[in-house]
């Protein structure tokens, strides 16, 4: 069976746009929500977001691409230049008929696309329309393919492009496929990883009639507090994780540094509600199983959790469940913890920012905090990392998502049995 290895980690988030500022801040505990910026929020229910001070410029993209992309695939381009640097491959060595590109979105260009409504609208003033207003670039924006279009243009990948749009387990069910393309043969290396940049008007407003997210507006620092008693619905956030996903043996044979392994994922839908959740977590239980089984994870082998910790009530009750119910007694020892209490949620792009702190987390032997985490809730009874990070081993980890629709997704990264044997 071929293997996937993670060779390169990029990230843009909110309070970090590199991997390691990313870093620092997360296992510091500090959190980058604040009242929004980007458009006046005032009359919006929740009026807070995790926004991401973001230079495309320094990033390493152009005039011309800055030009033509949406927020979402400069994100996906600046995280991919970051990794594939990490990864240490030299591209012109590599064959790009066996370079594969899988990233993940939920809602795709959403800020372009109220740009250009707004103006060819004239504020909302004209119901018809004129196009004429419109970007060159709008129908770049409109279609969902341009985000892995444009990444496999900047890094001349002929191998298979796709975009996976699956709400908010989109990041680990892309870096899923890209795992599978690597097992099935169909490629070598895959850029894979999601983007998402939602915190624009017209999502916002989505969010506001459900109350799905914090009204904590008053208090934007502490808002998202999952598994807290107190917690109110999670907070808008946006940012792009991309990993380099390079074929074991090769990324050994050339000496690259291996963060650790895909050792196992799975998705399953729960067919119940388009936002509701079960309350057993029988469905996201059902992945966990399916992932450990792919990789011969045992219980007691999972050494953290980083948690989809969304910060409603439902879904945290929901994710409880599901560990208790895959993991049994052991679920009571491992170290858990919800990075959107920092970065907030940034829908379809969080599950490879996750996957990204996962990474690191192998890499580095530190589990990352839940921050605001300060009353316990009985239903919520695990060990979720309060507010101080953990230094401790981690040579398995484990990160579920749920998304609106019924998707849930569970992926295993490891440590490679070789390198455990040698101690690196």
Same mark, same amino acid.
Request: net charge negative.
């Given at each position: 069976m071929r293997r996937s290895a993670i060779t390169g980690v990029g990230v843009v988030a909110p309070g970090g746009p590199t991997r390691e500022a990313f870093w620092e801040m997360i296992t510091a505990g500090r959190t980058a929500t604040r009242r929004i910026t980007f458009f006046d929020p005032e009359g919006f229910r929740s009026q807070i977001a995790a926004e991401c001070d973001f230079d495309p410029r320094a990033a390493g993209l152009d005039d011309q691409e800055i030009s033509r992309m949406d927020r979402s695939v400069q994100f996906a381009v600046a995280a991919a230049l970051e990794a594939v640097h990490d990864s240490g491959l030299t591209l012109e060595e590599v064959d790009r008929d066996r370079l594969g590109v899988t990233l993940g979105s939920a809602v795709g260009g959403t800020m372009q696309l109220e740009d250009d409504y707004v103006v060819v609208s004239n504020r909302g003033q004209k119901w018809l329309v004129d196009h004429e207003y419109a970007s060159p670039f709008l129908y770049h924006a409109l279609v969902p393919s341009t985000l892995a279009s444009e990444v496999a243009l900047r890094f001349g990948a002929h191998g298979p492009s796709v975009v996976i749009s699956t709400g908010c387990t989109s990041g680990i069910d892309g870096i899923g496929y890209g795992h599978q393309l690597i097992q099935d043969g169909e490629a070598d290396i895959v850029i894979s990883g999601a983007s998402e940049t939602g915190i624009s008007p017209i999502s916002m407003a989505c969010f506001d009639p459900i109350k799905a997210t914090s009204r904590r507006n008053d208090d934007a620092a502490h808002a998202s507090r999952p598994f807290d008693r107190d917690r109110d619905g999670f907070v808008m956030g946006e940012g792009a994780g991309v990993l380099v996903l390079e074929e074991f043996e090769s990324a050994r044979d050339r000496g690259a540094h291996i963060y650790c392994e895909v050792a196992g994922y799975a998705n399953r839908?729960?067919?119940?509600?388009?936002?509701?959740?079960? $309350?057993d977590g029988a469905e996201m239980s059902e992945a966990i199983l399916d992932a450990m089984a792919q990789g011969s994870i045992r219980p007691e082998d999972i050494d953290y959790i980083n948690a989809h910790g969304s910060g409603t009530k439902q879904n945290d009750r929901h994710e409880t469940a599901a560990y208790k119910r895959s993991l049994g007694e052991r679920a009571y020892k491992i170290p858990i913890s919800s990075i959107k209490s920092m970065v907030g949620h940034s829908l379809g792009g969080i599950?490879?920012?996750?996957?990204?702190?996962?990474?690191?987390?192998?890499?580095?032997?530190?589990?990352? $905090?839940?921050?605001?985490?300060?009353? $316990?809730? $009985?239903?919520c009874d695990l060990d979720y990392t309060p507010n101080e990070a953990r230094r401790t081993p981690v040579d398995v980890a484990l990160s579920t998502g749920s998304g609106f629709g019924g998707f849930q997704s569970a992926m295993l990264f490891a440590r490679p049995a070789e390198l455990q044997e040698v101690g690196t």
């Amino acid at each position: 069976m071929r293997r996937s290895a993670i060779t390169g980690v990029g990230v843009v988030a909110p309070g970090g746009p590199t991997r390691e500022a990313f870093w620092e801040m997360i296992t510091a505990g500090r959190t980058a929500t604040r009242r929004i910026t980007f458009f006046d929020p005032e009359g919006f229910r929740s009026q807070i977001a995790a926004e991401c001070d973001f230079d495309p410029r320094a990033a390493g993209l152009d005039d011309q691409e800055i030009s033509r992309m949406d927020r979402s695939v400069q994100f996906a381009v600046a995280a991919a230049l970051e990794a594939v640097h990490d990864s240490g491959l030299t591209l012109e060595e590599v064959d790009r008929d066996r370079l594969g590109v899988t990233l993940g979105s939920a809602v795709g260009g959403t800020m372009q696309l109220e740009d250009d409504y707004v103006v060819v609208s004239n504020r909302g003033q004209k119901w018809l329309v004129d196009h004429e207003y419109a970007s060159p670039f709008l129908y770049h924006a409109l279609v969902p393919s341009t985000l892995a279009s444009e990444v496999a243009l900047r890094f001349g990948a002929h191998g298979p492009s796709v975009v996976i749009s699956t709400g908010c387990t989109s990041g680990i069910d892309g870096i899923g496929y890209g795992h599978q393309l690597i097992q099935d043969g169909e490629a070598d290396i895959v850029i894979s990883g999601a983007s998402e940049t939602g915190i624009s008007p017209i999502s916002m407003a989505c969010f506001d009639p459900i109350k799905a997210t914090s009204r904590r507006n008053d208090d934007a620092a502490h808002a998202s507090r999952p598994f807290d008693r107190d917690r109110d619905g999670f907070v808008m956030g946006e940012g792009a994780g991309v990993l380099v996903l390079e074929e074991f043996e090769s990324a050994r044979d050339r000496g690259a540094h291996i963060y650790c392994e895909v050792a196992g994922y799975a998705n399953r839908g729960n067919a119940y509600h388009m936002t509701g959740l079960r $309350p057993d977590g029988a469905e996201m239980s059902e992945a966990i199983l399916d992932a450990m089984a792919q990789g011969s994870i045992r219980p007691e082998d999972i050494d953290y959790i980083n948690a989809h910790g969304s910060g409603t009530k439902q879904n945290d009750r929901h994710e409880t469940a599901a560990y208790k119910r895959s993991l049994g007694e052991r679920a009571y020892k491992i170290p858990i913890s919800s990075i959107k209490s920092m970065v907030g949620h940034s829908l379809g792009g969080i599950g490879a920012v996750e996957m990204a702190a996962c990474a690191l987390a192998i890499d580095r032997g530190v589990v990352p $905090p839940t921050a605001n985490w300060e009353n $316990p809730d $009985p239903e919520c009874d695990l060990d979720y990392t309060p507010n101080e990070a953990r230094r401790t081993p981690v040579d398995v980890a484990l990160s579920t998502g749920s998304g609106f629709g019924g998707f849930q997704s569970a992926m295993l990264f490891a440590r490679p049995a070789e390198l455990q044997e040698v101690g690196t």
